[in-house]
């Protein structure tokens, strides 16, 4: 209910829109709770501490998405992380939103290398055989020009 008010709420102080009923519940469809960030949290977490110790390939093999898998080598994803200090030098990982379309959990935040590099980050992920894994990883500068849009799988 919290979530609606909070919805309801924002569409009053925007005098002149309109919103229909089913446009509110598809918003709020969309608004991830605090039991799917603990579920999901977890494969973001595994992935980055076996990349900081330098275990690319288990981070591929036990939290990648078969999706993932067939769109991107096991060499292209530790290049990939190789490249980019904020993955194999992380320091933290700076949460910012969860939210979920057609099955997909997005994570969006910042990374930080331990260097201080620091990239926006968007983590899809799906649900597969009662796991999440990673269905796509994206880095973007900070003004938001896509580094690598190629390790992002389409869906």
Not at 24 to 39: C, E, G, N, P, R
Not at 81 to 105: A, D, M, P, R, T
Request: overall charge negative; proline content about 3%; aromatic content about 10%.
């Amino acid at each position: 209910m919290k979530n609606w008010i909070l919805i309801l709420s924002t569409v009053c102080l925007m005098p002149g829109i309109s919103l229909k009923a089913e446009d509110i519940q598809s918003a709020a469809d969309k608004v991830a709770s605090s039991s799917q960030f603990t579920l999901l949290m977890p494969v973001i977490e595994g992935l980055l501490s076996a990349v900081r110790q330098g275990k690319a390939d288990q981070a591929y093999n036990e939290f990648g998405a078969e999706e993932f898998k067939k769109a991107t080598t096991q060499e292209q994803f530790k290049q990939f992380v190789e490249q980019f200090s904020v993955l194999s030098k992380n320091k933290s990982f700076q949460f910012h939103s969860l939210y979920f379309e057609n099955n997909i959990g997005t994570f969006q935040g910042a990374l930080v290398s331990t260097g201080g590099d620091e990239l926006e980050t968007e983590f899809d992920l799906i649900e597969e055989n009662g796991k999440w894994k990673i269905l796509g990883i994206q880095l973007f500068k900070p003004e938001s020009a896509t580094i690598r849009p190629d390790i992002k799988t389409t869906h």
